[in-house]
């Protein structure tokens, strides 16, 4: 132990401490490091304290370093950092609140006995100043990790609903989240605080490597904001605060997006609202919340049977039901079909059941007055559809395989008519084949919705090629896997406006063009279509996380070789007006198992699409003197 004191020029040192082979004597000397580092003021701190972080991350279930003091030895290090600014402007002091905090929050993220611990060491009131602001957004982010771990349990849930202004706080910086983190770092690049970038990048990378993690960690930022929120949305008590139309209108926006897919964001927070009475009543008032669940149940989220809940749980209850009906009904009679979404079994039977109110013969179906026509005519033919199915089990097979045959005939006059060019009678060919078609004949249906959602295309209504896409998809096995009918739901969405859906169908087309066999309807030789790498490329930038940041702050800043500030071109030298559609024909392919039509095709989307160029100019890093000086002081 002196030895390696000698060798070490920094006093009481943790490696050193932790080197001691008696176990007795290592405990009591973490022990006393802990009660001793946050009144000293020596160089190297923040390399104990990375250490710690290291050995949190590694072992975040591993009790001795609770046992030792470990909970106050960080809360007093960011009250520390918080209160005393000449210190935290000393050496590499200003990593230390960060880390402190990243600590905090993942040794309470297992283990409901240390956050217990935690809370008892009083974490959470240097912790709310984070959240408040008191140092930056990067601060932030980890003391919102960590007050969410610690309100994900009962018994530590009250202390921190005690702070009265955590929830308040949490609303007002989701919704703003991702505007902070561009106006205070992205935007600016030449203004970015050098200790962010270390923190993003690890010291590893530059511009590109910093800009791509900001985006990571705004998204991070808002995510783990609405899962404290959401630890607040199960208490009746806090629901008329969280449900303000001007927060909830906002909640099917945010979505973790392609760099944080692991978390539910603000559809799983509307599942948690939905679950209660009074959230029903103030989500059914938002109809703009219902469309975009409507939205996401036929969409290729992960999160897609959350919507579905939301939307079975608000035709469920009485007071709700007739609020949503006319909007609720078109989507979930499209997902009436599916079999089962992940560990939901039996989905589109529950759907179905819902929907006709438990099975209700269709002769004495009760239709209220308050549907409009076209959601009564959609629950008859469910009913008819459910009729139908009953009617075809007491048949005898061969009657049904002269039904599948006649349908086929049908939609081989539908494919000749198309060909043609006579769109109409192509859809009106395969609506009557569809008819005709046995239910059971799940392969050929699916070709016959697909089919006919190409015509809506051809014939610009993309409401009903959504409809027919999404029923195409719930009858494929696998479900949401035939790649033709993601392709042209990608385009349907793509003509209404929604990015966001039609960049995952997008991606979803281009995994099954992947996985398909060498030679394969989908795919020639592995080789992703190019008008499908167009039209990712196209929605990443129309979806991109900053878009409205930089639409409304302007875009990114940054001095070249020395010149003074550039507006960078949100659209230069991009072009996203023009992608092509495409359809493989199969019309002569009888080798095919499924049987499609349509050649290859080419239109404009009539709105340009802006797209954000993301420069890689040369980073000139602020001082801490800059980071303390009142100027971004008053910002945070």
Known sequence: MDRNGLD?????CFFCVMKETNPNKRHASVAKFFKDLPTQDEEGQVLAISGLWNTAMAHPNDPEFIELGIFECMAAVIWKGIKNRQWLSKDQNIYIPY????????????????????VQAGVIPPLVELLCGRLTWVEQRVAVRALGHLATYDSTFPSVASHGEVLEISMQLALSAIEIVYTHFFQFVDRRLSYHCDLLTRGMGGVEMESKKAEEWASQLQCWLLQLINCFAFKPEFLPTICRPEFLIKLPDMWG???????????????????????????ASCPSIIESLCNIARSSDDWQYMAIDCLLWLLQDPITKYKVIDIAVPALVDLAEIPSLGDHKKLGEAIA?????????????????????????????????????????????????????????????????????????????????????????????????????????????????????TRALCLHSPVNRHSKSLWRRAQAYEMLG???????????????????????????????????????????????????????????????????????????????????????????????????????????????????????????????????????????
């Open 99 to 118: 880390y402190a905090a990243h600590i905090i929050g993942s040794y309470t993220m297992n283990v409901e006995e240390f956050a217990e611990r935690a």
């Open 353 to 469: 059941n819902v929907l006709l109110q438990d099975n209700v013969p269709v002769s004495s179906l009760t239709l209220r007055t308050s549907m409009n026509s076209q959601t009564k005519q959609l629950l008859k033919d469910l009913a008819a559809l459910r009729q139908k199915l009953k009617w075809e089990k007491s048949m005898p097979k061969e009657d049904l395989h002269i039904k599948q045959a006649a349908a086929l005939v049908i939609k081989l006059e539908g494919n000749s008519k198309f060909s043609a060019g006579d769109v109409v009678g192509a859809a009106a060919k395969y609506t009557e084949a569809l008819a005709l078609c046995p239910i059971r004949a799940k392969k050929e249906r699916v070709v016959l919705y697909s089919n006919r959602a190409q015509c809506y295309l051809l014939l610009q209504d993309p409401t009903a090629a959504i409809s027919d896409t």
């Open 257 to 283: 997006g392609l760099v944080n897919e692991s978390s539910p964001a603000g559809v799983g927070l509307l599942r948690t609202i939905c679950h209660q009475k009074m959230g029903r009543s103030s989500v």
């Open 498 to 636: 929604l990015e966001k859906e039609s960049l995952l169908d997008a991606i979803m087309f281009i995994n099954e063009c992947s996985q398909a066999p060498e030679g394969g309807p989908s795919l020639k030789q592995n080789h992703i279509p190019d008008y499908a790498e167009r039209l990712v490329k196209n929605q990443m930038q129309a979806a991109w996380l900053f878009k409205e940041a930089a639409l409304k702050h302007g875009g990114i800043h940054y001095d070249r070789d020395g010149d003074e500030d550039v507006d960078e071109d949100p659209g230069a030298g991009e072009d996203g007006s023009e992608w092509e559609t495409a359809s493989e024909s199969d019309i002569a392919n009888e080798e095919r198992q499924e049987e499609d039509y349509g050649e290859e095709s080419g239109w404009q989307s009539e709105d340009q699409k802006e797209s954000f160029v993301r420069p890689t100019p040369v980073f000139k890093g602020l001082t801490l003197q800059d980071l303390l000086s009142p100027q971004y002081n008053g910002n945070y």
């Open 8 to 12: 070490c020029p920094y006093p009481g």
